[in-house]
């Protein structure tokens, strides 16, 4: 007997809305009609809604830490990231004129820009080139990208099988109980 994925609605339990996948959109107009905080990222409001659904007191959400003071033009190799940085198009624009058009954003990039307070963007540019093989490898896909890691999984054991069979199987995946 297969089991059918239940309408999403303030009568199920919390045991039961983990129990499915659920599209953020969807869990965040449940959100809307129960009243709880929509902040954060889809693994904390699927957490905060099964405690709302079980009669627990939802916890809000994490507040984002504020952006310390951003660059702005111009900036040259010399400069410094001020802590607090983001990925600004100001930065995409200069790492784009130092490496290329093949620059993006990618973990690494990001993990030095957010972490490199009193670094230069020259060392940025220099560690940018520097994880270049190590961004080549294939990484893990975190658990809140999970279309992409099925999809991955799932062009693996079907090699040649077009898109729409893809998206066919993963409409049935997501069909099913976890």
């Not at 952006?67 to 784009?96: E, K, M, N, Y």
């Not at 040649?160 to 109980?177: E, F, I, K, N, T």
Request: proline fraction near 8%; charge should be positive.
């Amino acid at each position: 007997m297969t089991e059918h994925r239940p309408a999403l609605s303030p009568a199920l339990s919390g045991a039961e809305l983990t129990r499915w996948y659920w599209t953020l959109a969807e869990l965040t107009a449940l959100a809307r009609t129960l009243g709880v905080p929509r902040g954060g990222g889809k693994a904390a409001l699927a957490d905060r809604l099964a405690a709302a659904l079980d009669g627990a007191a939802p916890s809000a959400p994490v507040p984002r830490a504020p952006a310390g003071r951003q660059l702005t033009a111009p900036v040259s190799a010399d400069t410094i990231i001020p802590p607090g940085q983001r990925c600004s198009q100001l930065l995409r624009d200069f790492f784009r004129q130092q490496i290329g058009p093949g620059f993006t954003f990618d973990e690494f990039m990001r993990a030095f820009v957010a972490d490199g307070a009193g670094q230069t963007l020259g060392a940025a540019v220099a560690h940018w080139h520097a994880t270049r093989a190590q961004a080549a490898q294939q990484r893990p896909i975190g658990a809140q990208f999970e279309l992409n890691a099925f999809l991955r999984q799932w062009r693996l054991d079907h090699p040649g099988a077009g898109r729409q069979d893809a998206l066919a199987a993963w409409r049935q995946h997501r069909s099913q109980p976890r």
